[in-house]
C-alpha cells in the first residue's frame, strides 16, 4: 500500500527557512509523478510546487525561486526546501503521488489525478 508521511512544519519568522519532508512507501519517489500542495485556514487546496518522473519541476508563481523540491531516492524522500517565508506561505501542506501513465515510448505526468495523499504538516510564518 503506498503512504506519504509529511514532516518539518513548524512555526518561523518571515524571512526564515524551513524545510518539509515526505517519506513514501509502496513506490520510488523518482518512479511515480509528485507534487506539494497547501491549504490555508478557510480557504482552498493549491498547488505548490510538482516534479515528473524526467525529474522537470514546476512551481507557483507566489513560491518560484524562494522554494525548491528534491528528491533523495536512497532515503525515498521528497524534499520542499522554502526560503525568504512570508506569512502568505502560512498553510497546511501535503504531499501528493500518482502513477504516470505510458504513452507508447516514455512515462507522462499529464493527469494530475494525485490519488496519494500525505496528513499534512502545519507550517506557520508570524511578521
Known amino acids: 500500500a503506498v503512504q506519504l508521511v509529511e514532516s518539518g512544519g513548524g512555526s518561523v519568522q518571515s524571512g526564515g527557512s524551513l524545510e518539509l519532508s515526505c517519506k513514501v512507501w509502496?513506490?520510488?519517489?523518482?518512479?511515480?509523478?509528485m507534487g506539494w500542495f497547501r491549504r490555508p485556514s478557510g480557504q482552498e487546496r493549491e498547488g505548490v510546487a510538482s516534479v515528473d518522473t524526467d525529474g522537470q519541476m514546476i512551481y507557483a508563481e507566489s513560491v518560484e525561486g524562494r522554494f525548491t523540491i528534491a528528491r533523495d531516492t536512497g532515503k525515498n524522500i521528497m524534499y520542499l526546501r522554502m526560503t525568504r517565508l512570508q506569512p502568505a506561505d502560512t498553510a497546511m501542506y501535503y504531499c501528493?503521488?500518482?502513477?504516470?501513465?505510458?504513452?507508447?515510448?516514455?512515462?507522462?505526468?499529464?493527469?494530475?489525478?494525485?490519488?496519494?495523499w500525505g496528513r499534512g504538516t502545519q507550517v506557520t510564518v508570524s511578521s
Open positions: 509502496g513506490h520510488v519517489v523518482t518512479r511515480y509523478c
Open positions: 501528493a503521488s500518482y502513477r504516470p501513465s505510458w504513452d507508447g515510448s516514455r512515462w507522462r505526468c499529464e493527469s494530475n489525478d494525485y490519488n496519494y
